[in-house]
């Protein structure tokens, strides 16, 4: 790949520049002729009053910026390095957000006339680069963008960028799309990082047996996104249609994909589903919260999903010992079961750590995690019991 040591001022890297509060491409320097956000770019995300801020100061102060690479394109030029930079530059001097001087609000418009210029005057020091695409894209999966790494789904729309991947980046990176908000109580993630349109890919990949990237490959010059988006609805609608009630926060990042693959065939009563999760939402022995949906989904067979807080020490030696009293005075096991049968540790005492805790009621049967529930038996025993 061949570079170009290139200077810019501020100013002309900006002659043009308008920013897209949507999010969408469209951000343009040197009068049209450099695209600063090509479709393998990630989205801009210094704009949290911190980064894009220090970028400014940096300029007011006449601090190194470092280096910025645009790649050439035939008779364009696409920045590789430094959009968030000079999307920062943009932005504030077209009034986007303030910064303080002298313990002030100052918008650019509202600097004084010398402190504009030295923004403006700035020089910029650029590499102009020219290399094929594969080039072009594996040195970009190398470099870290003043110190924000890129993440897999950003490196992943590099590799595979394309109209598919553009199209996917209107949809589910785009924070201000009407659904976000719903989406992402069901979903973690930043979407100016890629990690809403992350899962949504995850989900449609997944339910065909492909990592996201075989699925990128696969559609990567696809026009349209329809596939993706009629699954990841299906897949929020569902959730949404099963536990009728405003999101839990328990709810935010599940494998909701999973789940829609093994019970959307599945019939609920979505009334009784939502009293039950609301019961066991409320119940004090159920630790992990997260997993009460899984559990309702799958019958409520699997009672390790929800974490049910085992007996602690004390009760268990408490149960052993009192336990342990009465079957000596009766001369029987101080395991019940043992004590009931008809074999050679019909009379046999145990020693505590022979022994392990159980409900004598089930807590899936309505059983509490107290002494008043709890039985110690032998462990041979204790593993054959199982949910009875």
Same mark, same amino acid.
């Given at each position: 790949?061949?570079?170009?040591?290139?200077?810019?001022?501020?100013?002309?890297?900006?002659?043009?520049?308008?920013?897209?509060?949507?999010?969408?491409?469209?951000?343009?320097?040197?009068?049209?002729?450099?695209?600063?956000?090509?479709?393998?770019? @990630?989205? #801009? =995300?210094?704009? &949290?009053? !911190? *980064?894009?801020?220090?970028?400014?100061?940096s300029l007011l102060k006449g601090y190194p910026l470092g280096l910025i690479y645009f790649n050439v394109n035939g008779d364009r030029l696409e920045v590789l390095d430094g959009?968030?930079?000079?999307?920062?530059?943009?932005?504030?001097?077209?009034?986007?957000?303030?910064?303080?001087?002298?313990?002030?609000?100052?918008?650019?418009?509202?600097?004084?006339?010398?402190?504009?210029?030295?923004?403006?005057?700035?020089?910029?020091?650029?590499?102009?680069?020219?290399?094929?695409?594969?080039?072009?894209?594996?040195?970009?999966?190398?470099?870290?963008?003043?110190?924000?790494?890129?993440?897999?789904?950003?490196?992943?729309?590099?590799?595979?960028?394309?109209?598919?991947?553009?199209?996917?980046?209107?949809?589910?990176?785009?924070?201000?799309?009407?659904?976000?908000?719903?989406? @992402?109580? #069901? =979903?973690?993630? &930043?979407? !100016? *990082?890629?990690?809403?349109?992350?899962?949504?890919?995850?989900?449609?990949?997944?339910?065909?047996?492909?990592?996201?990237?075989?699925?990128?490959?696969?559609?990567?010059?696809?026009?349209?996104?329809?596939?993706?988006?009629?699954?990841?609805?299906?897949?929020?609608?569902?959730?949404?249609?099963?536990?009728?009630?405003?999101?839990?926060?328990?709810?935010?990042?599940?494998?909701?994909?999973?789940?829609?693959?093994?019970?959307?065939?599945?019939?609920?009563?979505?009334?009784?589903?939502?009293?039950?999760?609301?019961?066991?939402?409320?119940?004090?022995?159920?630790?992990?919260?997260?997993?009460?949906?899984?559990?309702?989904?799958?019958?409520?067979?699997?009672?390790?999903?929800?974490?049910?807080?085992?007996?602690?020490?004390?009760?268990?030696?408490?149960?052993?010992?009192?336990?342990?009293?009465?079957?000596?005075?009766?001369?029987?096991?101080?395991?019940?079961?043992?004590?009931?049968?008809?074999?050679?540790?019909?009379?046999?005492?145990?020693?505590?750590?022979?022994?392990?805790?159980?409900?004598?009621?089930?807590?899936?049967?309505?059983?509490?995690?107290?002494?008043?529930?709890?039985?110690?038996?032998?462990?041979?025993?204790?593993?054959?019991?199982?949910?009875?």
């Amino acid at each position: 790949m061949k570079t170009d040591l290139k200077h810019y001022t501020v100013d002309q890297v900006l002659d043009g520049f308008v920013y897209n509060e949507l999010e969408a491409k469209g951000l343009f320097g040197l009068a049209g002729k450099l695209t600063i956000q090509p479709e393998y770019q @990630r989205n #801009y =995300i210094y704009n &949290d009053g !911190k *980064r894009d801020v220090a970028v400014i100061d940096s300029l007011l102060k006449g601090y190194p910026l470092g280096l910025i690479y645009f790649n050439v394109n035939g008779d364009r030029l696409e920045v590789l390095d430094g959009q968030q930079r000079i999307t920062s530059f943009g932005r504030f001097v077209t009034g986007k957000f303030a910064i303080k001087v002298d313990a002030k609000e100052q918008t650019f418009s509202s600097l004084s006339k010398d402190q504009q210029r030295k923004i403006l005057d700035t020089r910029l020091d650029i590499y102009e680069c020219q290399g094929t695409e594969t080039e072009i894209k594996q040195w970009f999966q190398t470099i870290n963008i003043v110190g924000v790494p890129l993440n897999a789904q950003e490196l992943l729309n590099a590799i595979y960028s394309g109209p598919f991947v553009t199209k996917a980046k209107v949809e589910f990176s785009n924070s201000n799309n009407a659904n976000m908000q719903k989406w @992402r109580s #069901y =979903i973690k993630g &930043d979407p !100016k *990082r890629q990690e809403i349109l992350e899962v949504a890919l995850d989900w449609v990949a997944s339910s065909q047996a492909k990592s996201i990237d075989a699925y990128l490959a696969l559609h990567r010059q696809d026009q349209g996104i329809t596939e993706l988006k009629t699954y990841f609805t299906s897949v929020i609608d569902w959730v949404g249609g099963v536990f009728i009630r405003p999101p839990d926060t328990e709810m935010r990042g599940l494998e909701w994909g999973r789940l829609y693959e093994l019970y959307h065939s599945n019939s609920y009563n979505a009334t009784e589903l939502n009293k039950a999760v609301d019961e066991l939402r409320g119940d004090p022995f159920v630790k992990n919260a997260k997993g009460i949906y899984e559990y309702l989904l799958g019958g409520c067979e699997d009672s390790k999903l929800l974490g049910i807080r085992l007996f602690d020490e004390p009760t268990k030696r408490a149960a052993y010992e009192q336990q342990t009293k009465k079957a000596k005075a009766a001369d029987v096991s101080n395991c019940t079961l043992c004590a009931h049968g008809d074999n050679a540790n019909k009379t046999r005492i145990y020693a505590q750590n022979e022994m392990d805790a159980d409900h004598v009621t089930a807590w899936s049967k309505g059983g509490s995690t107290d002494l008043t529930n709890c039985e110690m038996l032998c462990v041979m025993h204790n593993r054959s019991k199982g949910n009875r």
